[in-house]
């Protein structure tokens, strides 16, 4: 299997806003649970938003109202708007696809948040 495929980090400013994008391969995409996590230096990887197939979404508590999780099953592709960015949110993320009880992770994308 295909693992997800991330893009869109980098370097911001405080209060800046980035996009990330995550491709997933497969015919069942729309299927998929699709989620996004991050995981910074010295911490565990934490849940940071998710959609399922029905486009229902849940969020941490920290990026509710800043940050909006999207998919677009034509493309097989989930977006994570990320706005008001601090430095907080400085980590690599990670996209993963869920179906049943198999998740598919991709390999990061590093988002850092500086002056």
């Known amino acids: 299997q295909v693992q997800p495929v991330e893009s869109g980090g980098g370097l911001v400013q405080p209060g800046g806003s980035l996009r990330l994008s995550c491709a997933a391969s497969?015919?069942?995409?729309?299927?998929?649970?699709m989620g996004w996590y991050r995981q910074a230096p010295g911490q565990e990887r934490e849940l940071v938003a998710s959609?399922?197939?029905?486009?229902?979404?849940d969020y941490a508590e920290s990026v509710k109202g800043r940050f909006s999780i999207s998919r677009d099953n034509a493309k097989n592709t989930v977006y994570l708007q990320m706005n008001s960015l601090n430095v907080e949110d400085t980590a690599v993320y990670y996209c993963s696809r869920t179906l049943g009880k198999y998740t598919l992770w991709g390999q990061g994308t590093q988002v850092t948040v500086s002056s």
């Open positions: 959609i399922t197939s029905g486009g229902n979404t």
């Open positions: 497969g015919s069942m995409f729309s299927l998929y649970v």
